[in-house]
């Protein structure tokens, strides 16, 4: 695979430009960083799995009729994304009370809430993404409100589709964060389409049985055995087995 010259290197990934016009490449790399850059780590094997995670959510939710910038995987760290404009938010669900809503609400951690709960934080690095009403969207025209209902409804089923598919492998999606992009296509239409990727970096995920977290929570709070818990995300999705790496699809787990 030929990559064209390197668009934008991120925390944990870089973005090179793709073979055709209108594509990119999607690199990822082994760098682990939280609290906005202060905790910085390498943790090798890190990018393989959430390359092959990703593929994996992407290719169930496209397969349910969600559009998304997602082509192919090309290879054990990359993979082939339509190029799309980045609507600078991040949309996160949450199911379970974790992380910084349990702070900003005095939530404990584990609570279910009430319902799936959609938030939009302003992608800006220099302000650590701050939390911003859909008030803040519309007055700063971040996203269009046509944009703002594809979003909410995308993240509310990307939500139903997820759940469900962790359930069957015995793990509580708790939380997740998406990333939107504008798609142009030559005919004028914008299409609202899924991007950056899904994988134990965006989501917490707990064993429904130990409540052990599968997550890069256990980078953020040094339990250790990040790699290890990732490979077991990728082995009960089927990605990944000792004797079959080419994997052979989600086992189900029964409760
Ligand atoms: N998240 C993410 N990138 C971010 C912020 C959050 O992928 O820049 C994910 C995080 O992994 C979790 C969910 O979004 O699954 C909610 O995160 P939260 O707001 O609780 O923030 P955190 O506790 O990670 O600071």
């Known amino acids: 695979m030929v990559k064209g010259r390197r668009l934008y290197e991120g925390k944990a990934k870089i973005l090179y430009e793709g073979p055709e016009a209108g594509t990119v490449v999607v690199h990822f790399k082994d760098d682990a960083t939280a609290f906005n850059g202060e905790k910085f780590d390498v943790i090798e094997g890190k990018g393989v799995l959430n390359n092959r995670i990703s593929e994996f959510m992407f290719t169930r939710l496209r397969e349910m009729g969600l559009n998304t910038s997602f082509i192919k995987r090309l290879n054990m760290r990359e993979q082939l994304h339509k190029q799309v404009e980045i609507?600078?938010?991040e949309v996160i669900v949450r199911n379970i009370a974790a992380g910084s809503i349990c702070k900003r609400l005095g939530l404990k951690e584990g609570e279910r809430l009430p319902r799936a709960i959609v938030e939009f934080c302003y992608k800006k690095d220099e302000l650590g993404d701050p939390l911003v009403a859909e008030e803040h969207i519309n007055a700063f025209g971040w996203a269009e409100p046509r944009e703002l209902d594809d979003m909410?409804?995308?993240a509310l089923r990307t939500n139903?589709?997820?759940?469900?598919?962790f359930a069957?492998?015995?793990i509580r999606l708790v939380d997740f964060?998406?990333?939107f992009g504008r798609e142009y296509s030559p005919d004028g239409?914008?299409?609202t389409v899924l991007t950056d990727e899904i994988s134990p970096d965006s989501c917490r995920l707990w064993d429904m049985k130990t409540d052990e977290k599968l997550d890069k929570d256990r980078f953020?709070?040094?339990l250790g055995g990040l790699v290890d818990a990732y490979a077991e995300v990728a082995r009960r999705l089927g990605i990944?087995?000792?004797s079959n790496p080419g994997g052979t699809g989600p086992k189900l787990v029964k409760g």
């Not at 139903?160 to 598919?165: A, H, N, Y």
């Open 160 to 165: 139903d589709i997820l759940s469900g598919l």
């Open 177 to 179: 964060k998406l990333e």
């Open 152 to 154: 909410i409804h995308m």
């Open 87 to 89: 609507i600078p938010l």
């Open 189 to 191: 239409m914008v299409r």
């Open 240 to 242: 990944i087995n000792d």
């Open 168 to 170: 069957g492998i015995g």
């Open 220 to 222: 953020r709070r040094d």
